[in-house]
């Protein structure tokens, strides 16, 4: 009474045997009567004799058609209807080429299109993590156009990158099962399959996997084709583990289940394919066949009842079908309240019903179907997307005992329970279905050429650091990366300290150099106007033990922390110890061998021989090297720095800044370069002088002490510069540099004066013998003009 008052709907069924070709067929049988119907018009038709024609009856008023279940199907009928403007709803078509508007204009569904559900397992690869898979599709429009819109929408949304897309034919060839398998294991790693199949190439599918010893290997993602259907993975659930599929959403009507489960032979003759149905639900015959030879198959008896003799579940279409029958039900009474207005029953308005209004009042229909959700149409026909997500778990470890069991939903939005899943072996974590794995900290992805989802991972090596997954950038010069790559830090700053085991040496050496060299002044001091300290000359023993000094004393400086003050005083002093100590040994060596040269020739002594001359020579070759110092310290200020590039290794965890003054490599030679010049100057003098009396011991140990200062510098240059790119070059030049100066003035003070204070302090018997040799070897040289006593050369 509410809903079509006085007006019944009546239903022809025709069976599609789920084949297109078959299905035209059975739409032209009621189309035809629609021809001819039409077409029999007020035509003048006149017969033999005279006699009034016979008419056929009036064609069917098929107002609308409810079907079909496979998407080829609707198809190829939905082309033939929409010629008639009759309208069509599916409860069971998905493909999405149905929604093409111009094309299928007449067609409508309840259920939603595999654009919804490839939108929706998109969703799902994309929430377990996966983001490498394949898909596989059966020869026809459901597969095809559902692996179509599956990779459409990835590629839209990104993130998801489709290894392979195979094909399986319409009638496989021997072997060909196998073959696919072997084909989707070009690409191990792409462990999701995607799969758009029928029942029986889903079944073959998993078949073939089997027999290829790759259980638990593939992942599979299954369209509503599979479902929760039991026949697909029948005898081959170990195969099934963990296989996620989607279906419609759905719930079973009680109300059927009741109705259908008592029907028998005798209450449901109306239903003509119910014999055949009740044969084989019950596994038995109805009537002998004449050529049947198999005695096993037993008669039914008809007393059979269905959910008790046999297993029972309602078939999922079931819904789908009673929304599809309500949906043009409510069409027809939307159009009735409008046409016809208070009129019970059919109004001419609607005799014969227009398709095209029908139409507009089915896509206007909004109500709640047999499951209690809405039922509505879009622009094109098609049902809002629910979908049910399904995964298929073993039961206490036993896949033959699993079963179906729901992990989400999707309603244009993802809801999946991933801690529900449960995954072949029983595992709980997600497998993965990666063409790369993740890159680890430090390294940069690159990418492989059109295939946005494959990389190899390159660690970002030496200074460099990642920057983010696709870059890696050097460190700035004062900074090193961190141990795990992924930034930078600071590197350690290190200098040569008083407690360097490098610094141990020099120090040693210096502060023994100090103390003899104190020693010896001290005992000259002392003993000032004993013969042997005059004979030594005074002055310029002092100017040289002074020298002595400083370059013992430089030895603190070149350990000290580098700052202002201590890098002027490194310029300063470094040269200036060896300046006035080589400047004296010249003057000393130079005074020697003019004396003797001017003896052979005559008895008149050479000019500036006295103490006062040789002061000033010493000091004005000294004030050269002062005057440079000065002038660098002013064109140049002093200062320290920091070098990273000094010890910058190899291995970043190794490198260090090195703490020093800004003077490189050759300004520091430079630096020793005018001392370097008088030690050579020297040397040649005390060639020279070498052939001076036996008696005149004083030039020998003079040019003993330049051919070994030679030697220690020969050998000091090539350590210098061979150690440059050494990790502890710091340490290496500094202990040499500051070794060499203490072994040079080691010699100068040993070879010239410990021999002089051991006579002053152990022998003084000897100070008068050691005059009086002096004399005479002096008045052989040279005799002193009368009434001036000649100083000892020495």
Same mark, same amino acid.
């Given at each position: 009474p509410a809903l079509l008052p006085g007006v019944r709907l009546g239903a022809r069924l025709l069976d599609t045997c789920s084949r297109d070709t078959y299905a035209l067929e059975q739409a032209l049988s009621f189309v035809q009567a629609l021809i001819q119907g039409r077409g029999d018009g007020h035509d003048a038709v006149r017969?033999?004799?005279?006699?009034?024609?016979?008419?056929?009856?009036?064609?069917?008023?098929?107002?609308?058609?409810?079907?079909?279940?496979?998407?080829?199907?609707?198809?190829?009928?939905?082309?033939?209807?929409?010629?008639?403007?009759?309208? @069509?709803?599916?409860?069971?078509?998905?493909?999405?080429?149905?929604?093409?508007?111009?094309?299928?204009?007449?067609?409508?569904?309840?259920?939603?299109?595999?654009?919804?559900?490839?939108?929706?397992?998109?969703?799902?690869?994309?929430?377990?993590?996966?983001?490498?898979?394949?898909?596989?599709?059966?020869?026809?429009?459901?597969?095809?156009?559902?692996?179509?819109?599956?990779v459409q929408i990835s590629r839209e949304a990104g993130g998801v990158c489709i290894a392979q897309s195979i094909k399986i034919p319409?009638?496989?060839?021997?072997?060909?099962?196998?073959?696919?398998?072997?084909?989707?294991?070009?690409?191990?790693?792409?462990?999701?399959?995607?799969?758009?199949?029928?029942?029986?190439?889903?079944?073959?599918?998993?078949?073939?996997?089997? @027999?290829?010893?790759?259980?638990?290997?593939?992942?599979?993602?299954?369209?509503?084709?599979?479902?929760?259907?039991?026949?697909?993975?029948?005898?081959?659930?170990?195969v099934a583990v963990g296989a996620i599929t989607i279906l419609p959403k759905r719930a079973s009507i009680d109300g059927f289940d009741q109705y259908f489960m008592t029907r028998s032979l005798e209450n449901n003759r109306r239903n003509i394919w119910f014999a055949e149905f009740w044969e084989e639900n019950f596994n038995c015959k109805l009537t002998s066949s004449g050529n049947q030879a198999d005695d096993s198959v037993r008669k039914c008896t008809g007393e059979e009842r269905i959910g008790q003799d046999s297993a029972y579940e309602q078939e999922g279409k079931v819904q789908f079908v009673i929304d599809a029958v309500y949906a043009i039900a409510h069409a027809l009474h939307s159009m009735h309240q409008a046409l016809c207005p208070g009129h019970l029953g059919l109004c001419p308005a609607m005799e014969p019903t227009d398709g095209r209004t029908l139409l507009q009042y089915i896509r206007a229909v909004r109500f709640n179907g047999s499951a209690?959700?809405?039922?509505?149409?879009?622009?094109?026909?098609?049902? !809002?997307?629910?979908?049910?997500?399904?995964?298929?778990?073993?039961?206490?470890?036993?896949?033959?005992?699993?079963?179906? @069991?729901?992990?989400?939903?999707?309603?244009?939005?993802?809801?999946?329970?991933?801690?529900?899943?449960?995954?072949?072996?029983?595992?709980?974590?997600?497998?993965?279905?990666?063409?790369?794995? %993740?890159?680890? !900290?430090?390294?940069?992805?690159?990418?492989?050429?059109?295939? %946005?989802?494959?990389?190899?991972?390159?660690?970002?090596?030496g200074y460099r650091f990642q920057v983010d997954e696709f870059t890696c950038e050097s460190c700035p010069g004062d900074m090193r990366p961190m141990p795990n790559h992924t930034g930078c830090r600071p590197t350690p700053v290190v200098r040569l300290t008083w407690a360097s085991p490098w610094a141990?040496?020099?120090?040693?050496?210096?502060?023994?150099?100090?103390?003899?060299?104190?020693?010896?002044?001290?005992?000259?001091?002392?003993?000032?106007?004993?013969?042997?300290?005059?004979?030594?000359?005074?002055?310029?023993?002092?100017?040289?033990?002074?020298?002595?000094?400083l370059i013992y004393a430089i030895t603190f400086l070149m350990v000290a922390e580098p700052g202002a003050a201590v890098c002027a005083a490194r310029r300063l002093f470094l040269g200036l110890g060896t300046t006035l100590s080589y400047s004296a040994l010249l003057t000393k060596t130079n005074r020697i061998y003019r004396i003797f040269e001017q003896g052979k020739r005559s008895v008149t002594p050479p000019p500036f021989i006295s103490p006062t001359s040789q002061l000033v020579i010493t000091f004005s070759l000294t004030s050269l090297q002062v005057v440079g110092v000065i002038a660098w310290l002013g064109a140049q200020p002093p200062h320290s720095v920091i070098d990273y590039e000094e010890q910058r290794t190899v291995d970043p965890e190794q490198a260090r800044g090195v703490l020093k003054c800004d003077m490189s490599d050759l300004s520091l030679i430079g630096c020793l370069g005018y001392s370097l010049l008088l030690m050579v100057t020297c040397t040649v003098y005390a060639v020279k002088a070498r052939g001076v009396p036996? $008696?005149?011991?004083?030039?020998?140990?003079?040019?003993?002490?330049?051919?070994?200062?030679?030697?220690?510098?020969?050998?000091?240059?090539?350590?210098?510069?061979? $150690?440059?790119?050494?990790?502890?070059?710091?340490?290496?030049?500094? $202990?040499?540099?500051?070794?060499?100066?203490?072994?040079?003035?080691?010699?100068?003070?040993?070879?010239?004066?410990?021999?002089?204070?051991?006579?002053?302090?152990?022998?003084?018997e000897q100070n008068v013998q050691k005059r009086k040799r002096s004399l005479k070897a002096t008045t052989t040289a040279a005799a002193p003009p009368k009434g001036e006593e000649k100083e000892d050369p020495k």
């Open positions: 017969c033999p004799g005279g006699a009034p024609p016979l008419r056929a009856a009036p064609p069917e008023r098929v107002v609308a058609v409810v079907g079909a279940s496979a998407s080829s199907v609707s198809i190829m009928v939905a082309n033939v209807l929409r010629l008639f403007a009759i309208p @069509q709803i599916s409860y069971a078509s998905t493909a999405p080429e149905l929604s093409d508007s111009t094309r299928y204009d007449f067609f409508s569904r309840v259920v939603p299109p595999d654009s919804y559900q490839a939108q929706a397992m998109v969703d799902i690869v994309r929430a377990l993590g996966w983001n490498y898979v394949s898909t596989l599709a059966s020869e026809g429009n459901y597969g095809e156009s559902g692996v179509e819109a599956f319409r009638e496989p060839r021997p072997g060909e099962f196998n073959k696919v398998i072997k084909r989707l294991m070009e690409t191990p790693n792409a462990r999701g399959i995607i799969i758009f199949a029928n029942e029986d190439d889903i079944r073959r599918v998993l078949e073939a996997t089997r @027999q290829a010893n790759l259980t638990g290997h593939f992942l599979w993602v299954g369209s509503d084709s599979w479902g929760s259907k039991i026949s697909p993975i029948l005898s081959l659930e170990d209690g959700t809405p039922v509505m149409f879009n622009e094109n026909g098609d049902a !809002p997307g629910r979908y049910d997500i399904f995964q298929y778990q073993a039961t206490n470890g036993s896949a033959h005992s699993g079963g179906y @069991q729901v992990v989400g939903q999707w309603a244009e939005a993802l809801r999946l329970d991933v801690e529900a899943l449960l995954w072949s072996g029983g595992q709980r974590e997600v497998p993965t279905s990666l063409c790369s794995l %993740p890159c680890g !900290p430090g390294e940069r992805k690159k990418m492989v050429k059109g295939v %946005p989802c494959c990389w190899h991972c390159e660690a970002c090596d141990a040496l020099p120090l040693l050496l210096a502060v023994l150099g100090i103390m003899a060299t104190t020693t010896v002044v001290g005992t000259f001091v002392r003993h000032n106007d004993t013969p042997i300290v005059r004979a030594s000359g005074r002055e310029l023993s002092y100017v040289l033990l002074t020298g002595i000094f036996e $008696t005149f011991n004083e030039a020998k140990p003079i040019g003993f002490t330049m051919y070994t200062t030679c030697i220690i510098w020969l050998a000091f240059v090539p350590i210098f510069f061979g $150690t440059a790119q050494s990790a502890e070059k710091i340490y290496i030049q500094t $202990t040499t540099l500051t070794v060499s100066l203490s072994l040079s003035a080691s010699v100068s003070l040993g070879m010239l004066y410990v021999p002089k204070t051991y006579v002053i302090l152990f022998h003084p």
